[in-house]
């Protein structure tokens, strides 16, 4: 395990929360030059949700300062790919959208323009062949190509990938986008920090004392007492119990997301493929047999229409089996997130028949699912679906939660900003979209139109 656990008496900050946000915290102060700096967490590192992602990444978001924080953050990944040798195997293999009808295809190229005009790089548009289109590199980071590529007709899209089903009439090729290995990125992030003196003690944060002055110490496991001015709550979907430890509210929710691992022992799920999103809704063609047990299983919503954006992507080395899949088609939201996860028997079946609508090469599963692993975790989420990264509650006191479904692909940029306030470092000009104190602002507030406006899946 990577934790050395001499308890110090004192630190000059203490993080509650060794999962990506803690870890990336603790890895750029050192890099401001802190020191005294303790991580406390009750389970070994990285164990809780940040090993449990699909582990991509994109600056595709449809609004700024998403767009500006997650190049932000793309930009130190590839630096730390550059300093580490790749140890964490960041790929740009992109995110490719498809949809099978046209006026969904009209509205992701009207909003793709948009997303470009935000800073995400340029639009390339394909109407009748891709020809000029360049496919990405299966390996590596390095391709400078970013925006996106806009396939207008389902022949375009289909000449440059050929695995998409005939209904298809039409997608996007985001860039500036693909995956990585997120427990080697934090693992070599704790590396660096462990040798720039950071102390990793495995216990859980159970009170946090104040004074008039702020934050004074913190207790472990209720015996062990550390003395500290500075605390982050990087508690992830914990983070409201631990700000309730400070007596402040943490505006967050939790909401369930599943993914499936299964072994693609027919090569169904095309190797070379990026990231494959379907953009639109859709309903399962159940045989009789199976339409009978669901009912009498009460499992009407699987009959229904479901949503859009079942996903997937291959997992693993050139010579790796393995593929992932996901479909948010029932998430719940909770105020008390519990572990273990209620296992779901479908989840399964309905990502690989999901998957099978936009690769009907995956209708071969249809009969017998191949050999999967279902996990998942929380995504913890404020109202609009950006994170809290700031100051909150007594003098001392920070937070580096809320990191929703990207938690992975903004822990660098997120890390770094928690880094700079808590150091008083400069704040770059996302800062203050991220702070709690956005809240107090009752126009902000009013503007807070929908939930979902970061373009999440
Ligand atoms: C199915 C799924 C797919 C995802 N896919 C992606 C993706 O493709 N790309 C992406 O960027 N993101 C993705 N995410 C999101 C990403 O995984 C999270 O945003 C990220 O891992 C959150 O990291 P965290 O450090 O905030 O939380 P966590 O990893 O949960 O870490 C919090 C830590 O705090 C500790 N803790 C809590 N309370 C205490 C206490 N009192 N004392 C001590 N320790 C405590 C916990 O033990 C835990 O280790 C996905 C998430 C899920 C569930």
Redesign the pocket.
């Known amino acids: 395990m990577l934790v050395n656990s001499d308890t110090p008496q004192s630190a000059r900050v203490v993080i509650?929360?060794?999962?990506?946000?803690?870890?990336s915290t603790a890895f750029h102060l050192t890099r401001l030059g802190v020191s005294d700096i303790v991580v406390?967490?009750?389970?070994p590192?990285?164990?809780?949700?940040?090993?449990?992602?699909?582990?991509?990444?994109r600056n595709w978001w449809p609004s700024n300062p998403m767009v500006s924080f997650m190049s932000r953050s793309i930009d130190l990944l590839e630096a730390y790919a550059l300093e580490s040798g790749n140890r964490f195997s960041l790929s740009r293999r992109g995110y490719l959208y498809v949809t099978a009808s046209i006026p969904q295809l009209d509205s992701m190229t009207h909003q793709a323009a948009a997303i470009s005009q935000l800073g995400a790089g340029d639009i390339r548009n394909f109407r009748n062949s891709s020809a000029g289109y360049e496919p990405a590199a299966l390996d590596g980071y390095e391709a400078p190509v970013d925006g996106a590529d806009i396939f207008r007709t389902g022949e375009a899209l289909r000449e440059a990938f050929d695995f998409v089903s005939g209904d298809a009439v039409g997608g996007i090729h985001v860039r500036r986008a693909g995956?990585l290995s997120?427990q080697q990125l934090g693992a070599w992030m704790i590396e660096e920090t462990i040798e720039a003196g950071v102390t990793y003690v495995q216990?859980?944060?159970?009170n946090v004392s104040t004074d008039e002055v702020g934050v004074r110490s913190i207790t472990i496991d209720g015996v062990t007492s550390v003395t500290c001015k500075n605390f982050v709550n990087?508690?992830?979907?914990?983070?409201r119990?631990?700000g309730s430890?400070l007596g402040t509210a943490v505006p967050i929710t939790s909401e369930i997301?599943?993914?499936v691992s299964f072994k693609d022992h027919k090569g169904a799920f095309p190797r070379h493929a990026p990231m494959v999103i379907w953009n639109d809704p859709q309903r399962i063609d159940w045989e009789a047999e199976t339409r009978k047990f669901l009912v009498e299983e009460a499992r009407y919503e699987v009959m229904d229409e479901l949503p859009a954006f079942v996903h997937g992507r291959p997992e693993g080395g050139r010579d790796s089996e393995w593929a992932l899949g996901?479909w948010e088609w029932n998430t719940k939201s909770t105020h008390s997130p519990t572990w273990p996860l209620e296992d779901d028997p479908l989840y399964p079946e309905l990502v690989v028949r999901g998957l099978s609508t936009m690769i009907p090469q995956m209708a071969t599963y249809q009969e017998a699912l191949p050999e999967h692993t279902v996990?998942?975790?929380?995504?913890?989420k404020t109202i609009e679906n950006l994170p809290l990264v700031g100051p909150i509650g007594p003098k001392g006191s920070f937070i580096?939660?809320a990191?929703?479904?990207?938690?992975?692909?903004?822990?660098c940029a997120a890390g770094e900003l928690a880094a700079a306030h808590i150091s008083g470092a400069p704040l770059p000009p996302y800062a203050q979209a991220f702070s709690v104190d956005r809240y107090d602002d009752p126009q902000y507030v009013r503007s807070i139109r929908s939930i979902n406006t970061t373009g999440q899946i």
């Open positions: 509650c929360g060794a999962g990506i946000a803690g870890v406390v967490d009750a389970r590192p990285l164990t809780l949700t940040s090993d449990k992602s699909t582990e991509c990444y995956w997120a216990g859980a944060v159970t990087a508690a992830g979907p914990l983070a119990d631990v430890l997301h599943q993914k996901l996990d998942g975790g929380y995504y913890t580096c939660a990191l929703s479904g990207y938690g992975i692909m903004a822990a």
